[in-house]
């Protein structure tokens, strides 16, 4: 049987990861001891890899295509297909940015006033040519962890992670620049990308995974109305793109059939029922195929 090795990021997007595969389709089952996750898709074979090292397990070929944020890709500078951007993070469904972080209180104001200084972060090379690339030396030392802690007594700035930046300002800790913004991306190992088979087993799976992405946040919404209320319904209904109308057994009622963003629901509900719609039905959408 052939057979697709995927990497699921294990971690912060661990879970994230789980519950998007869960609306695409696919239920990932986790026990604590195992690195091989059930999936019920006798096609695929999970395997659970810290993020910061998919992209390079990725590229040697030890698996077909995973899971992994854009920063560690480019960390590695690991030569892979990316198949796509899936844009979610550990709290979020949006992207994260690593940013430059100094004290509050620190005279720094400049990426100019750190020449010479020291940087603590998990981001080593990107750090490293960002310096570069603004002409500016300074020292870089790799962080375990912990590292908006560290300024100003174990180093003079920081570059970190961040999705809200509560966990800077919590640590008291002002941002000077953005270095990199990264969203979760999938990838292919360049040889797998070229077999066939595998190529359309990813293809399927970037389709299902977008597709449940499109659908966060929206809902569907199915109600009837007779053919002289239709224009004073469709006048209160924003769509996706247009609401399907189609026509019932009594030929003076209709269908309508339309994708909303789940907010707006409450406020609409009773518009369409002054507009003169019955039978209104909210139903919960997995899947969104453009």
Not at 60 to 89: F, H, M, N, S
Not at 256 to 271: A, C, G, K, Q, Y
Request: hydrophobic residues 45%; contains cysteine.
């Amino acid at each position: 049987m052939n057979r697709l090795k995927l990497g699921i990021p294990k971690g912060s997007l661990e879970q994230a990861t789980i519950e998007l595969f869960r609306r695409a389709g696919f239920t990932i089952t986790t026990t604590v001891r195992s690195y091989f996750p059930a999936i019920d898709d006798p096609e695929i074979q999970c395997m659970l890899i810290r993020a910061q090292e998919m992209a390079r397990y990725v590229e040697d070929g030890v698996l077909d295509a995973g899971l992994t944020g854009k920063d560690w890709i480019l960390e590695c500078e690991a030569r892979v297909q990316v198949v796509a951007d899936l844009i979610y993070a550990k709290q979020s469904f949006g992207k994260v940015r690593w940013v430059l972080a100094v004290p509050e209180s620190s005279p720094f104001r400049s990426l100019q006033d750190l020449r010479g200084k020291t940087i603590a972060t998990e981001l080593v090379g990107v750090t490293r040519r960002y310096l570069a690339a603004h002409g500016v030396e300074a020292k870089v030392e790799f962080s375990w962890g912990a590292t908006e802690a560290k300024p100003p007594e174990l180093a003079d700035a920081i570059v970190e992670v961040t999705e809200t930046g509560s966990s800077l300002r919590a640590n008291k800790l002002r941002i000077m620049d953005v270095v990199l913004e990264s969203n979760t991306q999938l990838i292919a190992n360049l040889e797998a990308w070229q077999d066939p088979w595998k190529r359309q087993k990813i293809s399927d799976l970037h389709m299902l995974l977008e597709g449940a992405l499109n659908a966060l946040g929206k809902v569907g919404l199915m109600l009837n109305v007779h053919k002289d209320n239709l224009e004073a319904v469709l006048q209160v209904l924003p769509a996706l793109k247009k609401p399907t109308v189609s026509h019932l057994s009594d030929p003076d009622w209709l269908a309508v059939n339309t994708v909303l963003d789940e907010s707006t629901v409450r406020s609409i509900i009773p518009r369409l029922k002054q507009a003169g719609a019955q039978g209104i039905v909210e139903y919960p959408l997995n899947k969104i195929v453009m």
